[in-house]
């Protein structure tokens, strides 16, 4: 991976990091992990937190750990594990040998609560989930105690011992922490460390019927496998103090240190899992991969690539203050790598017919056209010419205004790599609607040069009727047609916000070579923008593209506005 730039940006975590290495704390080790839940395929908001993690210990030397936090047997699925080890690799990121599931701490997890009681520290509690709620208090006034937390140690020993065994019902029963009812943090208010649910779990089956809760499994383990800096989402913020708490009370060996900084938001898009999950189960996208949905394999079918999702994470910084980030930059990132590396075509969306009539019907004009300018060792490749070729629509206009530079009656104009033409005729249907031109050219203007000095304003794409294929294209819009879609007037959900205009298909014609390609394949259409060869409905001869993205910049236009 030549590409890969290093994680350059300074940010407040390196700060605290540096800091910590000059005061050789943890003996100058860093190692972070990274860790998703199963329940659901990884988006570019944790494409955010893998670059971050895999991104800083590579900077300083350390090593990061893929860990999957799956406490929740119901809504994990192996389906989602397999995908998000696939996504993490795919972005250009290694775990090595560091793979890891919270499940295989179950056994120690168990210990540890089980040293929580024999502390005094904590107590199963019979409460109903609707006392718990009640007696927990509000923002304002302090909690109650539990008519449970003051049984003996034995009595709690024993319970929950029971509770492992499956002598109760789901529900029934919880082991609480015993810390403060009072605190003004209701994350402190004595909060549930296990629940009982009868539930099957992806790895350790039906083992269990008690599991632990998010809080007490995740700082035990990022301290059982020595994690150094545990970089989380500010959500977690009030619950630093419980995660000290645990780690402090059970004098672990090692305490690793909780950072939070600010999710990253994307305008015309939803972040959360729950939310594109409810988009895949009903059925308004085309599963998970959905070229529009804002998840790292969606954007990989869509034709990004692993440097311009990082290229965006370096862009976008860290910080410790929400904000909501333009889609176009992630637009501007692909755009950029593309234009390095992706090959030229020539492909017309919404064709128009046109004859040339001073040309030779029966020729074999093979012009020269460059792979991509950019890259001077892509080379060049041969268009075939024809009588009768295929332009944009849009780049005609009958009666065109001043600032039209294209194709018009009268007008010549230059066919990208091949000849000057001038438009002689227009033929209209029944409906007035115009279906061929009538055209000559220029044989002296062969390769688009002016043969004598005389100028054209403007440069045309074209596809060749003869020797053209026709090929699926898919051309996208936001998702959503509001930029906010989590915002929803009374009554309507984000579903209402969906843009029903997101997916439109056309039939293109496009230059022979487009036919012979590989899924995963990206082009430039000339003067279209960016495509990709579809991974899930291409057929060997029978491409599909996705458009990734246009060629216009349209960041750069925002940002050279201030
Ligand atoms: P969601 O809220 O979308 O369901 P989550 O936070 O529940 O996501 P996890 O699988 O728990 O998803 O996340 C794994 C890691 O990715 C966590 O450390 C989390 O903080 C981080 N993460 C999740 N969403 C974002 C985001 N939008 N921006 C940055 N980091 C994120
Ligand atoms: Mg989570």
Redesign the pocket.
């Known amino acids: 991976m030549a590409e890969k730039e290093s994680f350059s940006t300074n940010n407040f975590i390196k700060s605290i990091i540096t800091e910590d290495l000059k005061n050789n704390k943890n003996n100058g080790r860093v190692h972070t992990r ?4 199963p329940n ?1 395929y990884l ?1 570019i ?2 494409a ?2 893998i670059c971050l993690n895999f991104g800083l210990a590579e900077e300083f030397g350390g090593l990061t750990n893929l860990r999957f ?1 799956d406490t929740n047997p119901e809504k994990e699925e192996e389906e989602y594990v397999r995908s998000i080890m696939d996504d993490v690799r795919w972005l250009g990121f290694d775990w090595e040998d560091r793979l890891f599931f919270a499940s295989d701490y179950f056994d120690k997890l168990y210990d540890y609560a089980v040293q929580l009681i024999k502390k005094g520290l904590a107590y199963v509690c019979e409460q109903t989930p609707e006392e718990v709620r009640e007696y927990r208090g509000t923002l304002k006034e302090p909690g109650r105690e539990s008519p449970y937390r003051n049984r003996s140690i034995e009595e709690n020993l024993d319970l929950f011992e029971r509770m492992k065994n499956g002598e109760f019902p789901d529900g029934s029963m919880t082991l609480r922490a015993k810390i403060d009812m009072a605190s003004p943090n209701i994350n402190m208010r004595d909060p549930v460390t296990y629940r009982i649910k009868r539930a099957h779990h992806h790895r350790t089956g039906d083992k269990w019927c008690i599991y632990p809760m998010y809080d007490f499994t995740h700082c035990l383990s990022d301290m059982l496998e020595g994690i150094t800096h545990s ?3 500010l959500e977690f913020e009030d619950h630093r103090p419980l995660y000290d708490w645990y780690l402090d009370v059970l004098e672990t060996p090692c305490h690793p240190q909780q950072i939070e900084f600010a ?3 994307i305008n015309y898009t939803v ?4 939310k594109l999950l409810q988009l895949v189960q009903e059925g308004y996208v085309d599963g998970w991969d959905d070229p529009r949905m804002p998840t790292i394999s969606g954007l990989r079918r869509r034709g990004y690539t692993p440097a311009s999702i990082r290229d965006f994470a370096d862009r976008i910084g860290v910080t410790k203050a929400e904000g909501i980030v333009d889609i176009g930059l992630l637009e501007f990132c692909i755009r950029e790598d593309l234009n390095k590396i992706a090959q030229r075509a020539m492909a017309v969306l919404n064709p128009l017919k046109v004859t040339i009539e001073n040309y030779p019907e029966d020729i074999v004009d093979e012009l020269d056209a460059q792979n991509n300018p950019e890259d001077p060792n892509a080379g060049s490749r041969k268009l075939l010419f024809s009588k009768v070729i295929y332009i944009e629509r849009e780049d005609f206009m009958e009666d065109p205004p001043k600032k039209f530079f294209r194709l018009a009656p009268g007008r010549e104009v230059r066919l990208r790599y091949a000849y000057f033409i001038t438009c002689k005729e227009v033929i209209k249907n029944e409906q007035g609607e115009v279906i061929e031109l009538i055209c000559t050219y220029d044989p002296a203007s062969r390769g688009g040069n002016s043969p004598d000095g005389r100028k054209v304003q403007g440069t045309i794409h074209w596809v060749s009727e003869k020797y053209g294929k026709q090929a699926e294209v898919r051309i996208y819009d936001h998702l959503f047609n509001t930029e906010n879609p989590d915002v929803a007037p009374e009554g309507k959900t984000f579903l209402d916000n969906l843009n029903p205009n997101s997916l439109k298909i056309v039939n293109a014609y496009v230059e022979p070579m487009l036919i012979e390609v590989k899924p995963g394949e990206k082009f430039q259409f000339e003067r279209l923008g960016y495509f990709c060869v579809d991974t899930k409905y291409s057929e060997i001869g029978k491409p599909v593209f996705n458009k990734t993205v246009g060629l216009k910049d349209t960041w750069s236009k925002i940002a050279n506005k201030d």
């Open positions: 990274f860790p998703p839940e659901g988006h908001g944790h955010k937190s936090d970089i989380c989402t999710r990253l938001n972040m959360s899992k729950r």
